[in-house]
């Protein structure tokens, strides 16, 4: 079984471009989720897409934003890129998200704005 | 917020049992007691997790304590592929990790000496 793949693995961008990332869950997922890593801020919790629909939200500005499509499958959106965005971003899968189940990682795309 | 208190960092010998320690004094009875950890330049990993009795996988064991207001990870024998950052989440309908959304703390850096 494949597991969740995120593309592309690096990407370098400039300050005041946007940028879209990909996640492709788990087959038979619903649940996406995205996340930023920093070293200063650790692991953050951005957004959680379900059916289509954003189910939970985190606390970043509206540059951040997502999206999921009829196949699971869900893209993340940065526009007017700030140096402040440079980092980690994982997106996880799971079956429905209820609290009992686990939560599968990609391996993130790294993202650099100069 | 139902949060937990891990030590910032801790250090084994490989093949040597570890035991990482997590406070929850303020966990609800609904609250899964989540583990994750994250090896270098990778997205989180599922660990284990449990509700109340204590449990077992291939990759570990989670002690549970009776009040439930406290749990220990252990890794049998510790490896150095086992050195990474390990999260202890608490998820539940009073915790807010619902769905799929992780509020990651700073976790506990694994070091394994060989």
């Known amino acids: 079984k494949a597991g969740v793949t995120q593309t592309p693995r690096y990407l370098i961008k400039t300050r005041g471009q946007q940028v879209t990332l990909s996640c492709s869950p788990i087959s038979g997922h619903r649940s996406v989720s995205w996340y930023q890593q920093t070293p200063g801020q650790g692991l953050q919790f951005l957004f959680e897409?379900?059916?289509?629909?954003?189910?939970n939200k985190g606390n970043f500005p509206g540059r951040f934003s997502g999206r999921q499509f009829s196949n699971s499958r869900s893209e993340m959106n940065v526009s007017t890129l700030e140096l402040g965005d440079s980092a980690l971003y994982l997106c996880a899968s799971s079956r429905t998200g209820t609290t009992n189940e686990k939560l599968f990682f990609g391996s993130g795309t790294q993202l650099s704005v100069l | 917020d139902a949060k937990t208190t891990q030590p910032n960092s801790m250090e084994s010998n490989e093949e040597e049992p570890v035991h990482l320690p997590c406070n929850h004094s303020t966990i609800s009875g609904t609250d899964y007691i989540h583990w994750y950890r994250q090896l270098p330049s990778q997205g989180p990993e599922y660990v284990i997790h449990?509700?109340?009795s204590n449990v077992n996988n291939r990759m570990a064991s989670l002690a549970i304590a009776e009040d439930r207001k406290s749990s220990t990870l252990i890794l049998h024998r510790a490896t150095l592929r086992d050195a990474a950052v390990y999260y202890c989440?608490?998820?539940?309908?009073?915790?807010?990790?619902?769905?799929?959304?992780?509020?990651f703390g700073q976790g506990t850096e694994l070091s394994v000496k060989p």
């Open positions: 449990g509700l109340t």
């Open positions: 989440i608490l998820r539940g309908v009073t915790s807010y990790n619902q769905g799929g959304k992780l509020i």
């Open positions: 897409y379900f059916s289509e629909t954003q189910r």
